[in-house]
């Protein structure tokens, strides 16, 4: 059983930067991914960036070159950096982690107003 809780969301100004967190219950070591996704108002959840248990990054083209995931494998937490945001950055972002199956942790508002 994982549990996964994001933080870090909020409301900023395009061209701003956050930084989420996300914090898992169980060891996330042995995740086969870990990342995020996320879903704008009216549109269909998509990938944000990932990391595969060999150290694959994977990221969203829309993202790539503005956003860098990490991890913390001590601290069990995820990490996404996001910088030069855009209006269309805004949505709801859900850190995932597959151990055995996936798993969804509740998501955090991120609102990037122009």
């Known amino acids: 059983q994982v549990q996964l809780v994001e933080s870090g969301g909020g409301s900023v100004q395009a061209g701003e930067s956050l930084r989420l967190s996300c914090l898992a219950s169980g060891s996330i070591f042995n995740s086969n991914v870990i990342g995020w996704y996320r879903q704008a108002p009216g549109k269909q959840r998509e990938v944000v960036a990932l990391?595969?248990?060999?150290?694959?990054?994977e990221y969203g083209d829309s993202v790539k070159g503005r956003f860098i995931i990490s991890r913390d494998n001590a601290k069990n937490t995820v990490y996404l950096q996001m910088n030069s945001l855009k209006p269309d950055d805004t949505g709801v972002y859900y850190c995932?982690?597959?151990?055995?199956?996936?798993?969804w942790g509740q998501g955090t508002q991120v609102t990037v107003s122009s």
């Open positions: 995932i982690a597959t151990v055995g199956r996936i798993y």
């Open positions: 990391i595969f248990s060999g150290g694959r990054l």
